[in-house]
Nanobody, 114 residues
Framework: QVQLVESGGGLVQPGGSLRLSCVVS????????LGWYRQAPGKQRELVAS???????RYADSVKGRFTISRDSAKKTVYLQMNSLKPEDTAVYYC????????WGQGTQVTVSS
């Protein structure tokens, strides 16, 4: 069973930055696409960024130009660099395979507030 462990969240002021990490318990190149999702209170979970096995990336319009997804295959880790954070980015962030997903991890809380 694949395990996903997210970390790196925290409290940050508007305009600040955070880098999230997700350690995957298997070779990430064997997964067609990995993504970062978020779920804000009272809202559905949404996909905000994804990276395919060949390295193509996609972003939700709401984060385009501010967030960057990347990976380190040797560390089996996927990252989400978040810059110019806004209060509406506040959510619990999760990583998972895109499409047929694995059991969700615990997520990491990101709070953007002054």
């Amino acid at each position: 069973q694949v395990q996903l462990v997210e970390s790196g969240g925290g409290l940050v002021q508007p305009g600040g930055s955070l880098r999230l990490s997700c350690v995957v318990s298997r070779n990430i190149f064997s997964i067609n696409a990995l993504g970062w999702y978020r779920q804000a209170p009272g809202k559905q979970r949404e996909l905000v960024a994804s990276i395919t096995s060949p390295g193509s990336t996609r972003y939700a319009d709401s984060v385009k130009g501010r967030f960057t997804i990347s990976r380190d295959s040797a560390k089996k880790t996927v990252y989400l660099q978040m810059n110019s954070l806004k209060p509406e980015d506040t959510a619990v962030y999760y990583c998972n395979a895109v499409g047929v997903g694995y059991p969700w991890g615990q997520g990491t809380q990101v709070t953007v507030s002054s």
